[in-house]
T-cell receptor
Protein backbone atom coordinates (compact mmCIF):
# COMPACT_ATOMS: atom_id res chain seq x y z
CA UNK A 1 0.00 0.00 0.00
CA UNK A 2 1.65 3.21 -1.21
CA UNK A 3 -0.32 5.45 1.11
CA UNK A 4 -1.17 8.97 -0.01
CA UNK A 5 1.08 10.17 -2.81
CA UNK A 6 1.46 13.74 -4.01
CA UNK A 7 3.22 15.21 -7.00
CA UNK A 8 5.35 17.10 -7.56
CA UNK A 9 7.30 17.28 -4.29
CA UNK A 10 8.70 20.72 -5.00
CA UNK A 11 7.65 23.46 -7.40
CA UNK A 12 8.77 27.00 -8.16
CA UNK A 13 6.38 29.32 -9.95
CA UNK A 14 6.33 32.98 -10.88
CA UNK A 15 3.75 35.39 -9.50
CA UNK A 16 0.64 35.43 -11.71
CA UNK A 17 1.14 31.91 -13.03
CA UNK A 18 -1.14 28.95 -12.49
CA UNK A 19 -0.25 25.65 -10.81
CA UNK A 20 -1.79 22.17 -10.58
CA UNK A 21 -0.95 19.80 -7.74
CA UNK A 22 -1.93 16.14 -7.75
CA UNK A 23 -2.89 13.61 -5.10
CA UNK A 24 -3.58 9.88 -5.12
CA UNK A 25 -5.40 8.71 -2.00
CA UNK A 26 -4.59 5.69 0.09
CA UNK A 27 -6.07 2.49 -1.27
CA UNK A 28 -9.68 2.10 -0.15
CA UNK A 29 -10.16 5.79 0.60
CA UNK A 30 -12.77 7.81 -1.26
CA UNK A 31 -12.45 11.26 0.32
CA UNK A 32 -9.68 13.77 -0.37
CA UNK A 33 -9.02 16.98 1.52
CA UNK A 34 -6.48 19.67 0.73
CA UNK A 35 -4.65 21.80 3.26
CA UNK A 36 -2.22 24.70 3.07
CA UNK A 37 0.55 24.84 5.65
CA UNK A 38 2.57 28.02 5.98
CA UNK A 39 5.97 27.77 7.60
CA UNK A 40 5.71 27.38 11.36
CA UNK A 41 1.94 27.03 11.36
CA UNK A 42 -0.63 24.28 11.42
CA UNK A 43 -2.36 23.15 8.24
CA UNK A 44 -5.34 25.22 7.09
CA UNK A 45 -8.27 23.49 5.37
CA UNK A 46 -8.83 24.45 1.73
CA UNK A 47 -11.56 22.06 0.59
CA UNK A 48 -12.74 18.46 0.61
CA UNK A 49 -13.89 16.24 -2.24
CA UNK A 50 -16.19 13.26 -1.97
CA UNK A 51 -17.97 11.45 -4.81
CA UNK A 52 -16.31 13.85 -7.25
CA UNK A 53 -17.94 16.89 -5.66
CA UNK A 54 -16.65 19.63 -3.40
CA UNK A 55 -18.34 18.96 -0.06
CA UNK A 56 -16.79 21.59 2.14
CA UNK A 57 -14.66 24.65 1.59
CA UNK A 58 -12.45 26.64 3.89
CA UNK A 59 -11.78 30.36 3.83
CA UNK A 60 -9.82 30.46 0.58
CA UNK A 61 -10.51 32.61 -2.50
CA UNK A 62 -11.92 31.27 -5.74
CA UNK A 63 -8.40 31.23 -7.18
CA UNK A 64 -8.19 27.88 -5.42
CA UNK A 65 -10.15 25.18 -7.18
CA UNK A 66 -10.06 21.44 -7.35
CA UNK A 67 -11.33 18.30 -8.89
CA UNK A 68 -11.80 14.67 -7.98
CA UNK A 69 -11.68 11.93 -10.56
CA UNK A 70 -13.65 8.65 -10.67
CA UNK A 71 -10.61 6.80 -9.29
CA UNK A 72 -10.74 9.16 -6.26
CA UNK A 73 -7.50 10.96 -7.14
CA UNK A 74 -7.63 14.72 -6.93
CA UNK A 75 -6.09 17.92 -8.25
CA UNK A 76 -5.66 21.30 -6.64
CA UNK A 77 -5.43 24.27 -8.99
CA UNK A 78 -4.32 27.73 -7.98
CA UNK A 79 -4.64 30.61 -10.44
CA UNK A 80 -2.99 34.03 -10.44
CA UNK A 81 -0.37 32.98 -7.92
CA UNK A 82 0.62 35.43 -5.21
CA UNK A 83 3.79 35.45 -3.16
CA UNK A 84 1.64 34.57 -0.14
CA UNK A 85 0.62 31.31 -1.77
CA UNK A 86 4.08 29.94 -1.01
CA UNK A 87 3.48 27.05 1.38
CA UNK A 88 3.41 23.31 1.81
CA UNK A 89 0.25 21.91 0.25
CA UNK A 90 -0.97 18.74 1.88
CA UNK A 91 -3.43 16.19 0.67
CA UNK A 92 -5.24 13.95 3.14
CA UNK A 93 -7.38 10.96 2.32
CA UNK A 94 -10.00 9.22 4.41
CA UNK A 95 -13.00 7.00 3.98
CA UNK A 96 -16.67 7.67 4.21
CA UNK A 97 -17.23 11.30 3.35
CA UNK A 98 -19.30 12.59 6.23
CA UNK A 99 -17.91 10.20 8.78
CA UNK A 100 -15.03 10.97 11.10
CA UNK A 101 -12.40 8.47 10.15
CA UNK A 102 -8.63 8.48 10.35
CA UNK A 103 -7.15 10.85 7.77
CA UNK A 104 -3.81 9.99 6.23
CA UNK A 105 -1.61 12.74 4.84
CA UNK A 106 0.79 12.74 1.94
CA UNK A 107 4.28 14.18 2.15
CA UNK A 108 3.10 17.42 0.62
CA UNK A 109 4.09 19.65 -2.29
CA UNK A 110 6.34 22.57 -1.43
CA UNK A 111 5.25 25.50 -3.60
CA UNK A 112 7.47 28.55 -3.84
CA UNK A 113 6.15 31.62 -5.65
CA UNK A 114 8.79 34.13 -6.74
CA UNK B 1 -14.80 31.04 15.23
CA UNK B 2 -13.32 27.62 15.69
CA UNK B 3 -9.79 27.44 16.97
CA UNK B 4 -7.46 24.90 18.44
CA UNK B 5 -4.51 26.21 20.38
CA UNK B 6 -1.52 24.82 22.20
CA UNK B 7 -0.19 25.95 25.58
CA UNK B 8 3.52 25.35 25.01
CA UNK B 9 5.25 26.07 21.72
CA UNK B 10 8.40 24.10 22.64
CA UNK B 11 8.87 21.18 25.00
CA UNK B 12 12.28 19.74 25.87
CA UNK B 13 12.48 16.41 27.66
CA UNK B 14 15.20 13.98 28.59
CA UNK B 15 15.30 10.67 26.76
CA UNK B 16 13.38 8.09 28.75
CA UNK B 17 11.16 10.60 30.50
CA UNK B 18 7.45 10.94 29.83
CA UNK B 19 6.21 13.84 27.70
CA UNK B 20 2.91 15.64 27.99
CA UNK B 21 1.72 17.94 25.22
CA UNK B 22 -1.36 20.02 25.88
CA UNK B 23 -3.99 21.54 23.64
CA UNK B 24 -7.05 23.73 24.20
CA UNK B 25 -9.97 23.73 21.82
CA UNK B 26 -12.82 26.19 21.57
CA UNK B 27 -15.58 24.40 19.67
CA UNK B 28 -17.61 22.42 22.19
CA UNK B 29 -19.52 20.82 19.28
CA UNK B 30 -16.41 19.03 18.02
CA UNK B 31 -16.81 15.28 18.32
CA UNK B 32 -13.49 13.98 17.04
CA UNK B 33 -9.95 14.86 18.09
CA UNK B 34 -6.66 13.75 16.62
CA UNK B 35 -2.98 14.08 17.38
CA UNK B 36 -0.51 14.25 14.51
CA UNK B 37 3.28 14.15 14.45
CA UNK B 38 5.12 16.02 11.75
CA UNK B 39 8.81 15.55 11.07
CA UNK B 40 10.79 18.01 9.01
CA UNK B 41 9.96 17.76 5.32
CA UNK B 42 7.14 15.29 5.82
CA UNK B 43 3.39 15.36 6.03
CA UNK B 44 1.56 14.95 9.35
CA UNK B 45 1.53 11.39 10.63
CA UNK B 46 -1.51 10.11 12.52
CA UNK B 47 -0.70 9.20 16.12
CA UNK B 48 -3.97 8.62 17.93
CA UNK B 49 -7.54 9.83 17.91
CA UNK B 50 -10.40 10.04 20.36
CA UNK B 51 -14.12 10.64 20.04
CA UNK B 52 -16.09 12.94 22.27
CA UNK B 53 -17.87 10.05 24.02
CA UNK B 54 -14.54 8.94 25.50
CA UNK B 55 -12.18 10.61 27.96
CA UNK B 56 -9.11 8.42 27.50
CA UNK B 57 -7.61 6.26 24.83
CA UNK B 58 -4.32 4.39 24.82
CA UNK B 59 -2.05 3.34 22.01
CA UNK B 60 1.48 2.08 21.84
CA UNK B 61 3.44 4.35 24.24
CA UNK B 62 0.87 7.11 23.75
CA UNK B 63 -2.25 8.11 25.63
CA UNK B 64 -4.73 10.82 24.73
CA UNK B 65 -6.88 12.42 27.40
CA UNK B 66 -9.97 14.48 26.65
CA UNK B 67 -11.53 16.80 29.21
CA UNK B 68 -14.70 18.21 27.68
CA UNK B 69 -15.52 20.25 30.79
CA UNK B 70 -12.56 22.54 30.25
CA UNK B 71 -12.15 21.77 26.53
CA UNK B 72 -8.66 20.38 26.95
CA UNK B 73 -6.80 17.65 25.10
CA UNK B 74 -3.46 16.16 26.01
CA UNK B 75 -1.02 13.69 24.50
CA UNK B 76 1.17 11.65 26.80
CA UNK B 77 4.21 9.89 25.38
CA UNK B 78 5.81 7.29 27.62
CA UNK B 79 9.57 6.72 27.68
CA UNK B 80 10.25 9.44 25.13
CA UNK B 81 12.83 8.52 22.51
CA UNK B 82 14.99 10.67 20.19
CA UNK B 83 12.79 9.53 17.30
CA UNK B 84 9.85 11.27 18.97
CA UNK B 85 11.42 14.66 18.25
CA UNK B 86 9.03 16.45 15.91
CA UNK B 87 6.23 19.00 15.82
CA UNK B 88 2.99 17.74 17.32
CA UNK B 89 -0.40 19.06 16.27
CA UNK B 90 -3.77 18.54 17.79
CA UNK B 91 -6.78 18.84 15.51
CA UNK B 92 -10.52 18.82 15.99
CA UNK B 93 -13.41 17.96 13.73
CA UNK B 94 -17.18 18.04 13.85
CA UNK B 95 -19.39 15.44 12.15
CA UNK B 96 -16.84 14.57 9.48
CA UNK B 97 -16.12 18.15 8.63
CA UNK B 98 -12.75 19.75 8.13
CA UNK B 99 -9.90 19.23 10.54
CA UNK B 100 -9.01 22.40 12.46
CA UNK B 101 -5.37 22.37 13.51
CA UNK B 102 -3.53 24.22 16.19
CA UNK B 103 -0.18 25.93 15.63
CA UNK B 104 1.89 22.99 16.91
CA UNK B 105 4.28 22.13 19.72
CA UNK B 106 7.92 21.34 19.07
CA UNK B 107 9.11 18.34 21.08
CA UNK B 108 12.87 18.10 21.57
CA UNK B 109 14.29 14.97 23.14
CA UNK B 110 17.69 15.33 24.78
CA UNK B 111 19.96 12.30 24.84
Amino acid sequence: DAGVTQSPTHLIKTRGQQVTLRCSPKSGHDTVSWYQQALGQGPQFIFQYYEEEERQRGNFPDRFSGHQFPNYSSELNVNALLLGDSALYLCASSWGGDQNTEAFFGQGTRLTVV
Amino acid sequence: GESVGLHLPTLSVQEGDNSIINCAYSNSASDYFIWYKQESGKGPQFIIDIRSNMDKRQGQRVTVLLNKTVKHLSLQIAATQPGDSAVYFCAESKYGNKLVFGAGTILRVKS
